[in-house]
């Protein structure tokens, strides 16, 4: 516990060195230091209690009248922390590198501060044992990012990204204030005195928790501002963003299942239902975008769908009393936010990178890269083999683990379960089909063939060795987590014990024993496919070195003269699959056909508006603003008024509190 | 009892689903009749206490009526009006197929419901029967032309029939050759009816129909 | 162990072997000779003897497709069972673990192909792409059709009981299976009426137009692995199809190898009788396909 608020006392105090500064470039080292640091002392306890070793707590009276400061971290919590310990260090070390351009016009000191009191917020926010306090956290938490959203804020659509995230937290944290009410049933807000809630209520509380938590998490419709705000903010800050801040959704949404006590089956059905439409609608969008990190963005609305369908799938595990099916569910669901982590932050890190190199994240223009900066456009290929769930990978890992889930309850003859089963069968098919489709595009387009338009710089590989440590060092793990699976999960059975209520011994045969066997075939299989691949290219460069070796132009069908400009474009690579949904997706496609026999000037632009945004949000959003308008007649403007007003408001209370005393 | 009527059941399910992708109005007849033989071996193979008469007027009936018959006339109607081969859909042939299976499961639940007088041949012919009617709606309300909703109407009645077979006991044989009979009459009137708008207007298509609403 | 290191090795020598009985059949069925059944062997062989020309644009990526997907075959081959006889590695889930791994080998083909810079090679690969996410979730449905009919999670083990608990109780399961597996067949190894291996004209092509660039030992790779998948999706296929299990593990194998060269057989007849289909249908075929495996989901009692 100490090290935990040692851990946290580094991340602040550095971040407050830091705040005032000067030099921004040193400002950063000492940030970043902290980070790494603080992120250190916090692993320890988060893995002793991920092991089950102990669960420590910590319990402060503080002066604010509500609540108290208490803390713990048992195995769930622990989990998150190691998450958020992991990608915060080395996204610090990379954001060193990554500002470090800017550091002579601008002041760094802030995003800096605002960096490590975000990680700090997040910890706490995974760790805390009261309601209030995780409140005043998850607001911070929202506001620091916030913050480092609009580090940009001279361009306009930084402002407005901003803008929209903010209103979406906040509504976000509305319904989890709600949520907090009806948990404490005018009791406590503490952690361990929530109990369970009868049967109406609990339902209540799920629904409040799965609007709130979903906000956050990502879940969709409720994704509307993550397209906007990540690829805003500086790319560590995104990868941070993406990669752990939605995590703390489904932390949140996790939390309050375990005090709920036994779900009845929609809660599952629900889960389900969220996790096919977030992974699906989240990846058809990511293809049709053009921008890079929106692209990413996207990605991570179907990611977090794969997690609730892992949820709901356990959830509908222990509401059908199937524990197997609610260990692999849960098991699956925890192991993808900790791959989400790493190959999205992987990404946006590459993302980044590219966008330092080249000045753009329009992939339209990109092309070629990977002649230019070979380190990033490698870690790229390891991210987007990841994200895809392509083995020997970790993607493949957590998808595997929810289809076994899914399977489990394929072969049930209750329909309840069955049907919701089959479905996610379908669904992870269609999505890891898609997800590969779309980052094939993203890293053929971006990094392979030749650049496609004028860049304003030649690329070259700046990239600083702390941006390309980080990169590398997410890219191991992608593959480390792919082999060694069989050594990781059995890890998480004390944090799926305490999501489902099952004994250590029998989670130990599933996940340790069945399970751990399954993992271990799957290294194997993927260290002899990469084995033979290596064999196999051996043999192929010796066959090709006593023999004549030619170079000549790309074929193009006897056409001699390729240029740049004649290159599959994004928009045309996605457009038979843009086509294909275009009922979900409402994409607008602006093309002039070639006609005739010399045909001139033919173009293809597809536009992907956000479907929930366009369909549902504007227009409610419109029609508050008229109904506000209405109510401009209060606004006077006359001091006399507003007296008047709070006059009668006080009136308006004393009567009720009268009548309701009564 | 049950798994040598199944391969049938499962062929009707696909027949609907097939008639409910296909872009071609010949196609779309050719499978009707297709269905409508299918209906007449179905009848054939459920003799539960039947006497092998009934049976095979029942499955003589369906199969000369619904799979020579019908599809002939259609056939004239096709041709005599000279109707464009598309069916002109409101709702997408890939989408209506996805929907499809989406009624396919919602009668599969409804069917595991529903409790019969008697216990049907197979679980499946309850749930087929249901999907058949729900296949025969939604081809009278998804396309455009006249002569889909006589198709439609014709798939529909398959379905009643279907049901009817898992109910043997209680349907009587002429409640059967009635609606049978009825279904003859409406392909009928429809023919005739198809000529003459097509003389009077010059195309067939049921949506322009609400030009006439005033 | 023994008959199972056996099965993977015949994979490996005779999947050539099937695209020589496709071709031999469509040259029945065209009334021509038609070349020696050997000739894709000779085709390996002596594209594997030859140099290479490569484009200046390409890196090391085009040269990783070819490599990564005869890699993938080779380690898919362990993990597919040969009707009765079991494979070489089974566990839970295995068949997702095959399915992605041709999904691995898709995925460098199609960067391979991205990396020349061809437009014609773009277009293909954006084809392939968008109908293997759908051939992705027929072929994961069909394989759920089968764990729910057999009550077994692994390849070998619900294999092993097609026969008792699949075609005896529910032939339709079966039949349905089948007909959606052998959609994905047609559709994942570029056959008519999907994809025209003998056309001419690149602007039709799907799978051919994506390796116009390979030469020499690399497209002789190509070639190999392109046979390997088949092989693989043959094998699935036919373990659905041949019913036959009895208690010896090398006649199981034996009976699977002939269901898979009568699977090449079917496989000539389709392209002989039929034409290939508007790009614009095939995504209704693969749905349907799909929905053939969800119908048999939903048909298991």
Redesign the interface.
């Known amino acids: 516990m100490i090290l935990l608020l040692t851990g946290l006392g580094v991340l602040l105090a550095t971040g407050l060195v830091a705040l005032p500064w000067r030099d921004g470039l040193r400002a950063g080292r000492v940030a970043a230091a902290g980070s790494v640091l603080g992120c250190g002392l916090v692993t320890v306890p988060a893995v002793r209690a991920l092991v089950g070793w102990d669960t420590p707590a910590l319990d402060l009276p503080w002066p604010v009248p509500l609540g108290s400061f208490s803390l713990g971290i048992d195995a769930l919590s622990g989990f998150f922390v190691l998450v958020v310990a992991l990608l915060g260090a080395l996204a610090a070390v990379y954001g060193v590198g990554y500002l470090a351009h800017a550091a002579g016009h601008r002041r760094l000191g802030v995003p800096w501060c605002l960096y490590n009191l975000l990680l700090a917020c997040m910890l706490v926010v995974v760790t805390a044992r009261d309601g209030v306090l995780f409140l005043v956290a998850w607001e911070v938490m929202s506001l620091a990012s916030f913050f480092l959203v609009t580090f940009e804020d001279e361009r306009e659509e930084v402002r407005e990204a901003g803008w929209t995230y903010l209103l979406a937290t906040h509504l976000g944290t509305a319904f989890l204030l709600a949520l907090f009410l009806v948990l404490a049933q005018g009791g406590s807000l503490r952690f361990d005195t929530f109990r369970e809630l009868p049967s109406p209520l609990a339902s209540v509380a799920f629904l409040l928790a799965v609007v709130g938590f979903g906000t956050k998490a990502g879940f969709w419709p409720l994704h509307v501002w993550l397209p906007e705000a990540h690829p805003a903010a500086p790319s560590h800050v995104s990868a941070v963003m993406s990669g752990v801040m939605l995590k703390t959704g489904i932390y949140g949404l996790l939390r309050v299942l375990t005090v709920l006590g036994p779900p009845p089956r929609w809660w599952g059905w629900l889960l389900v239902g969220i996790g096919v439409t977030s992974g699906l609608l989240g990846v058809l969008s990511a293809l049709a975008q053009r921008d890079l990190k929106r692209i990413l963005a996207y990605s991570s609305v179907e990611n977090i769908g794969l997690v609730a369908l892992g949820a709901g799938l356990g959830v509908l595990g222990l509401a059908f009393d199937l524990p197997v099916m609610a260990a692999l569910g849960f098991a699956g669901a925890l192991l993808h936010v900790l791959n989400h982590a790493v190959f999205k932050g992987l990404l946006f890190l590459g993302a980044g990178a590219v966008l330092h190199a080249t000045g753009t994240r329009d992939i339209e223009r990109l092309g070629g890269l990977l002649r230019r900066v070979p380190s990033t456009a490698h870690a790229f290929l390891v991210g987007s083999a990841a994200i895809s769930g392509l083995p020997p990978f970790n993607g493949f890992v957590s998808e595997l683990l929810i289809l076994l889930a899914a399977l489990a309850g394929v072969s049930e003859r209750a329909g309840g379960v069955a049907v919701p089963a089959t479905i996610a069968v379908a669904a992870l098919g269609l999505v890891g089909g898609l997800a590969a489709a779309c980052f094939a595009r993203a890293f053929g387009v971006v990094f392979l063939g030749v650049p496609r338009q004028g860049l304003d710089r030649e690329p070259a590989e700046a990239t600083p060795a702390g941006m390309r440590l980080a990169m590398a060092t997410l890219a191991g793990l992608c593959v480390a987590i792919g082999l060694g699976s069989s050594y990781l999960v059995p890890r998480l059975v004390p944090a799926v014990g305490e999501l489902t209520g099952l004994t250590r011994e029998e989670l130990l045969t599933v996940l340790g024993w069945d399970v751990g066997r399954i993992l271990l075939a799957v290294g194997l299989v993927g260290a002899a496919f990469g084995l033979v691949a290596l064999l196999l290219a051996r043999l192929r460069a010796r066959m090709l070195r006593m023999r004549e070796v030619g170079s000549s132009p790309t074929w193009d069908c006897g056409y001699a003269a390729p240029t740049a400009r004649m290159q599959y474009t994004a928009s045309s690579f996605a457009r038979p699959i843009v086509e294909l949904f275009s009922l979900v997706l409402h994409t607008r496609i602006d093309e002039v056909r070639p006609v005739g026999m010399l045909p001139s000037g033919a173009r293809l632009q597809t536009r992907a508006p956000d479907v929930a945004e366009a369909h549902g949000f504007r227009p409610a959003f419109v029609a508050v603003a008229r109904l506000s308008e209405r109510l401009h007649v209060l606004q006077q403007g006359r001091v006399q008024v507003y007296v008047l007003y709070i006059a009668l408001a006080l009136l308006v209370l004393l009567v009720w509190q009268l009548g309701l005393g009564r | 009892m049950g798994?040598e009527i199944?391969?049938i059941?499962?062929a009707l399910?696909?027949v609907n689903?097939l008639l409910l992708?296909a872009s071609r109005l010949a196609a779309c007849v050719r499978l009707v009749a297709v269905q409508g033989v299918l209906l007449g071996v179905l009848a054939l193979l459920v003799q539960v206490g039947w006497s092998p008469w009934r049976a095979v007027l029942l499955a003589g009936g369906s199969i000369l009526l619904k799979g020579i018959v019908f599809p002939r006339l259609m056939w004239k109607a096709l041709r005599g009006a000279e109707i464009r081969r598309e069916m002109e859909p409101y709702v997408?042939?890939?989408?209506s197929?996805?929907l499809?299976?989406g009624m396919?499961?919602l009668t599969?639940?409804v069917g595991?419901r529903l409790t019969l007088p008697v216990p049907a041949a197979s679980?499946?012919l309850v749930p087929v029967a249901l999907f058949t009617t729900l296949t025969g709606l939604f081809l009278i309300v998804a396309r455009k032309k006249a002569i889909t909703q006589v198709l439609g109407y014709l798939v529909l009645e398959n379905g009643i029939v279907t049901f009817g077979i898992a109910l043997s006991h209680e349907a009587p044989l002429s409640v059967e050759l009635g609606v049978l009979l009825d279904v003859f009459v409406a392909v009928l009137v429809m023919g005739i009816i198809i000529h003459n708008i097509r003389e009077d207007f010059d195309h067939i298509d049921a949506d322009r129909l609400v030009s006439l609403k005033d | 162990m023994m008959p199972s290191a056996v099965g993977m090795l015949v994979g490996l020598v005779l999947a050539p072997l099937l695209l020589g009985v496709v071709n031999r059949v469509k040259a029945v069925f065209a009334g021509r000779r038609g070349q020696p059944l050997l000739q894709p062997y000779r085709d390996i062989g002596r594209l594997l003897r030859k140099g290479a020309v490569y484009s200046p644009t390409t890196t090391w990526v085009f040269r990783a497709g070819p490599v990564v997907g005869v890699a993938a075959g080779v380690v898919g081959l362990a993990l597919l069972p040969l009707g009765g006889c079991r494979a070489l590695v089974v566990f839970s889930g295995d068949f997702m673990l095959l399915i992605y791994l041709l999904g691995t080998a898709r995925f460098f083909v199609v960067l391979a192909a991205l990396d020349t810079g061809s437009a014609f090679e773009g277009m293909g690969a954006s084809r392939e792409v968008a109908f293997s996410a759908l051939a992705e979730p027929a072929l994961l449905l069909a394989m759920a059709a089968l764990v729910r009919a057999t009550g077994m999670r692994s390849l070998s083990d619900a294999m092993g009981k097609v026969w008792s608990d699949v075609w005896l109780p529910s032939m339709p399961v079966a039949v349905l299976v089948a007909a959606a597996l052998a959609v994905v067949l047609l559709a994942e190894n570029a056959r008519i009426p999907f994809d025209d291996p003998n056309t001419h004209l690149e602007l039709t092509m799907i799978h051919e137009v994506m390796v116009l660039d390979h030469s020499g030992p690399d497209f002789g790779l190509v070639l190999y692995g392109s046979a390997l998948k088949g092989w693989i999706f043959a094998g699935l296929l036919a373990g659905v199809l041949v019913p036959l299990r009895t208690g010896s593990p090398w006649l199981n194998a034996g009976a699977a190898v002939v269901g898979i060269f009568a699977v090449a057989v079917g496989v000539g007849v389709v392209e002989s009788s039929m034409a290939r289909l508007r790009l614009v249908r095939v995504p209704q075929l693969l749905v349907g396909a799909g929905v053939m495996a969800a119908l048999a989901v939903l048909l298991v009692r």
């Open positions: 798994w199944d391969p059941l499962v399910v696909l689903l992708g997408g042939y890939t989408l197929v996805l499809g299976l396919l499961g599969v639940w595991g679980h499946l």
